[in-house]
T-cell receptor
Framework: AQSVAQPEDQVNVAEGNPLTVKCTYS??????LFWYVQYPNRGLQFLLK??????LVKGSYGFEAEFNKSQTSFHLKKPSALVSDSALYFC????????????FGKGTTLSVSS | GAVVSQHPSRVICKSGTSVKIECRSL??????MFWYRQFPKKSLMLMAT?????????EQGVEKDKFLINHASLTLSTLTVTSAHPEDSSFYIC?????????????FGQGTRLTVV
């Protein structure tokens, strides 16, 4: 069965510092991996995805993520955090062989202090 | 880019009544849409997969008679919460993907905050 783990409920960083939000996954085949961000009472906004190719993918708002197959991880990173990055972040996986629905991690709240 | 529109964004209803939530794909056709429920502790739970022209596929533990899904056209899926109870209060989010493009990401509606009083 597919699953996604986000081990941290909350990540706190100071503005200007680098940030990392962790994600590991379990999928039998080659996964499609995604990061989404959610602001209060809103839907999810797409940040970036890994389908194939370069392990380092760049997305919206300066975010990037690195696909690591041996560690089955897809951590989200940003070199310099902004207060406006404070939000709820979701990692998701889709197994193209098993179906089309996304399976989500539980989410990580990112809090960036000024 | 592709956009998914969900309506209403917020609804308050009395116990025992039914509420319909609409999800539209605005610039692509979606033979499949997805309905999620988001609980207060953040996680999104896939409720069902809505299939155009056929019955929805419900996840284990989701009552199909309580959460009626209709996908009557390639751009519209509806979720009706029937005989709503306070425990149905939640944030419901729909999602769709342009399936003509295998590698594309899913897009999400704005979500519907349902409060049953």
């Amino acid at each position: 069965a597919q699953s996604v783990a986000q081990p941290e409920d909350q990540v706190n960083v100071a503005e200007g510092n680098p940030l990392t939000v962790k994600c590991t996954y379990s999928v039998s085949g080659n996964p499609y991996l995604f990061w989404y961000v959610q602001y209060p009472n809103r839907g999810l906004q797409f940040l970036l995805k890994y389908i194939t190719g370069d392990n380092l993918v760049k997305g919206s708002y300066g975010f990037e993520a690195e696909f690591n197959k041996s560690q089955t991880s897809f951590h989200l990173k940003k070199p310099s955090a902004l207060v406006s990055d404070s939000a709820l972040y979701f990692c998701a996986v889709r197994d193209p062989q098993a179906g089309t629905a996304l399976i989500f991690g539980k989410g990580t709240t990112l809090s960036v202090s000024s | 880019g592709a956009v998914v529109s969900q309506h209403p964004s917020r609804v308050i209803c009395k116990s025992g009544t039914s509420v319909k939530i609409e999800c539209r794909s605005l610039d692509f056709q979606a033979t499949t849409m997805f309905w999620y429920r988001q609980f207060p502790k953040k996680s999104l739970m896939l409720m069902a997969t809505s299939n155009e022209g056929s019955k929805a596929t419900y996840e284990q533990g989701v009552e199909k008679d309580k959460f009626l899904i209709n996908h009557a056209s390639l751009t519209l899926s509806t979720l009706t919460v029937t005989s709503a109870h306070p425990e149905d209060s939640s944030f419901y989010i729909c999602s769709a993907r342009d399936q003509r493009r295998e590698n594309t990401e899913a897009f999400f509606g704005q979500g519907t905050r349902l409060t049953v009083v």
